[in-house]
């Protein structure tokens, strides 16, 4: 009985090798080397890889992809507000839901930089693709260490802000200066959002100018309210606006899609009163803590000019 187990096992493994040659040779792969290598296109397409990748990290730089000015590094300098460290597709949270990459940059296209988006069949949209791909994921990009997560932070943290916002000190009285200078113009189709509602498109013209980005150095408390006042030097017209979203939040226009709340101050009688003060509302905390950014804009397109920020923000216990 074992002589036959044993010539049955030797026939049944002489069946499964036969069965293993006839389906490799049938593929064209060779057995013994030598003979053609499967592999031998990886250089050419390394070299094509190569090219996609700078090609991409030009366009990641090109201004001239938007209608407002803006690249995708204008949000995304040396991987700023990008999370790296999860493949796509991954949950986006300023358009909360699950998309794939060529979905996020057309998302990007459409919306911060008002433009058209690229087609499935554009070589831009693969190379951008490939530069996000190899030169963040995987090479990371100039500066940042390769396991950074530049949106990192736990849920709450301040770390999560760019560095185009300026923090201030959460309390009554705290002031800084700044200048219209150190920001840029952007689109303001969010601001009339009514997810956002700051101000009505009508008044655009009071928030053309360039934006400078200001919060707290740690977010709004609850039972608390919040009034932003800005002093301009004499000749410089801004208008203000500050909006409160949640702890885990870190958005900054035009790349805002929804707010708790939003408030502005600026001229709405004459569009135009250099040298005076503006200011917001207040900005009401209840129950919650919230993130809240500040904006100083030129107004009448302005995008020079010094000015002032004093915080008026009370507790209650």
């Known amino acids: 009985m074992r002589k036959k187990g044993m010539r049955f096992s030797l026939g049944v493994g002489f069946l499964v090798v036969a069965g293993l040659f006839f389906v490799w040779e049938g ?44 690249a995708c590094n204008s949000c995304h300098a040396h991987g700023a507000n990008l999370n790296t460290t999860v493949p796509f597709p991954h949950n986006v949270e300023m358009h909360n839901r699950i998309v794939t990459l060529d979905q996020m940059i057309n998302i990007c296209m459409t919306i911060p930089m008002s433009a058209e988006p690229l087609g499935w069949a554009d070589s831009r949209l693969t190379a951008l693709n490939a530069y996000y791909t190899y030169a963040l994921e995987q090479r990371a990009m100039p500066g940042e260490e390769e396991s950074a997560n530049p949106c990192g932070g736990m849920p709450g943290s301040h770390a999560g ?36 509602a700051c101000w009505p498109g009508t008044e655009n013209e009071n928030f053309s100018g360039s934006h400078v980005f200001y919060s707290l ?48 101050g600026y001229d709405y009688k004459t569009d135009s ?23 100083v804009a030129g107004a009448n397109g302005e995008v020079n000019g010094a000015f002032t920020i004093t915080l008026h923000y009370e507790t209650k216990d």
């Open 161 to 196: 802000w760019t560095d185009q916002v300026t923090l201030l000190p959460a309390k009554d009285g705290a002031t800084l200066s700044g200048n219209l200078s150190h920001g840029a113009r952007i689109d303001l189709d969010w601001a009339d959002n009514s997810s956002i």
């Open 217 to 264: 150095e740690v977010p709004q408390e609850a039972h608390s309210t919040l009034t932003v006042a800005v002093q301009p030097e004499a000749g410089v017209d801004v208008s203000v606006y500050a909006y409160q979203i949640g702890i885990e939040s870190h958005d900054i226009p035009p790349s805002i899609f929804r707010a708790v709340s939003c408030e502005a």
């Open 27 to 70: 593929s064209g792969l060779p057995l013994q080397s030598g003979g053609m290598n499967p592999c031998s296109s990886y250089s050419e397409e390394r070299e094509e890889m190569d090219s996609l990748i700078e090609q991409g990290e030009t366009l990641w730089k090109d201004s001239s992809l938007s209608t407002n000015g803006l």
């Open 273 to 295: 009163n250099p040298g005076q003060s503006e200011e917001t509302p207040a900005l009401v905390a209840i129950r919650n803590s919230y993130n809240v950014l500040i904006g």
